[in-house]
C-alpha cells in the first residue's frame, strides 16, 4: 500500500504544534492509523520518505526525533530517506512523510 504525503495535523485538518518533535509525531500517528485501516502495522512498512523544511531544525533535535519513531514505529527501521525541501503544500507543516507498507494477507 502507498501512504500519500501525511503532515502533522489533527483529525480537523488543524497543526496542534509548529514543534519540528511534534508534528513528526502526530504525523506517524497519522500514518499509523492509515496503516491499521487496511490491515497493516508499523512492521509491514517497507519505505519511508520525509520531507522536511529544516535540516537544522531536524538535526537539533536528533535524539527526540528518534524516541518518538521508536516509541510508534518500534524497532522496526525500513529503508528511509530524509530530503530537506523549499517548502511543503501545508505552511505550517515541519514534516511530511510518503509511506509504503506490504499489507499480510
Known amino acids: 500500500m502507498f501512504v500519500s504525503g501525511m503532515v502533522g ?4 485538518e488543524r497543526f496542534e ?3 519540528f518533535v511534534d508534528q513528526f509525531r502526530q504525523t506517524l500517528l ?9 490491515g497493516a502495522k508499523p512492521e509491514h512498512v517497507t519505505r519511508m520518505t520525509w520531507y522536511i523544511v529544516d535540516k537544522n531544525e531536524y538535526l537539533d533535535q536528533a535524539a527526540a ?8 514505529m518500534g524497532k522496526h527501521f525500513p ?6 525541501v523549499a517548502g511543503l503544500m501545508e505552511d505550517e507543516a515541519r514534516i511530511e512523510i510518503e509511506t509504503t507498507a506490504v499489507v499480510p494477507d
Open 65 to 72: 526525533v528518534g524516541a518518538t519513531y521508536r516509541s510508534i
Open 17 to 19: 504544534s509548529k514543534s
Open 9 to 12: 495535523w489533527n483529525e480537523d
Open 30 to 38: 497519522n500514518t499509523t492509523r492509515v496503516l491499521e485501516e487496511a
Open 79 to 84: 529503508a528511509m530517506a530524509v530530503v530537506v
